[in-house]
């Protein structure tokens, strides 16, 4: 098993530049989540779908968009970057909400 | 005040030591508590779960102290490969709230 993949690794992006970034796992999980990580802040929560069908807005989802396009994939969308959105993006499942998380290997993106 | 506090440190310690950590949080209503490690530009994993009755796994032991509202991390025999961020984690009825991790550098 995979786990969780992220797709991609790494992004340079142009402030106003769109992009999708995208999130899979294999474990069957009903639970998925994006975060970002910045220096000094922590994870902090942008978005999440607690099951297949549900998204919902997490601590800081100002700038963002996402899909649970079905049981297994959730992408998360920057339509407009800017230079605040330079950080280090993880996607994390979980069977259930509340339970531990697994986490993506994350996607280190520059908003210039 | 942040629902969940750590000391950033860096703690230095030499290879052998006991470490230990704290961690704070302040909602009352938390359910369910975890410890993550953080290797450097790597994703967080999960190190231990975190037990009223406390629980060990190895050299890593946890304690809950649900009146006080604080978690500990203790590690013993400090190895370099312990070398990481650790990350208290506690969560609400449906959400997981990280703090913002505690560095460790073992050193020989």
């Known amino acids: 098993n995979a786990g969780v993949t992220q797709t991609p690794k790494f992004q340079v992006l142009k402030t106003g530049q769109s992009m999708t970034l995208q999130c899979a796992q294999d474990?069957?999980?009903?639970?998925m989540y994006w975060y970002r990580q910045d220096p000094g802040m922590g994870l902090r929560l942008i978005y999440y779908?607690?099951?297949?069908?549900?998204?919902d807005k997490g601590e800081v989802p100002n700038g963002y968009n996402v899909s649970r396009l079905n049981k297994r994939e959730f992408s998360l969308r920057l339509e407009s970057a800017a230079p605040s959105q330079t950080s280090v993006y993880f996607c994390?499942?979980?069977?259930?909400?509340?339970?531990?998380?697994?986490f993506g290997p994350g996607t280190r993106l520059t908003v210039l | 005040r942040k629902e969940v506090e750590q000391d950033p440190g860096p703690f230095n310690v030499p290879e052998g030591a006991t470490v230990a950590f704290n961690c704070t949080y302040s909602?009352?209503?938390?359910?369910?508590f975890f410890w993550y490690r953080q290797d450097c530009r790597k994703e967080p994993k999960l190190l231990m779960s975190?037990?009223?009755s406390g629980n060990e796994d190895g050299r890593f032991t946890a304690q809950l102290n649900r009146a006080s509202q604080y978690i500990s991390l203790l590690i013993r025999d400090s190895k370099l490969s312990d070398s990481a961020t650790y990350l208290c984690?506690?969560?609400?009825?449906?959400?997981?709230?990280f703090g913002t991790g505690t560095r460790l550098q073992v050193f020989p």
């Open positions: 994390a499942s979980s069977e259930v909400q509340g339970d531990e998380q697994f």
């Open positions: 474990m069957n999980h009903n639970s």
């Open positions: 779908s607690a099951s297949e069908g549900t998204t």
């Open positions: 909602n009352s209503a938390s359910q369910s």
């Open positions: 975190v037990y009223s």
């Open positions: 984690v506690v969560t609400t009825p449906h959400k997981l709230i």
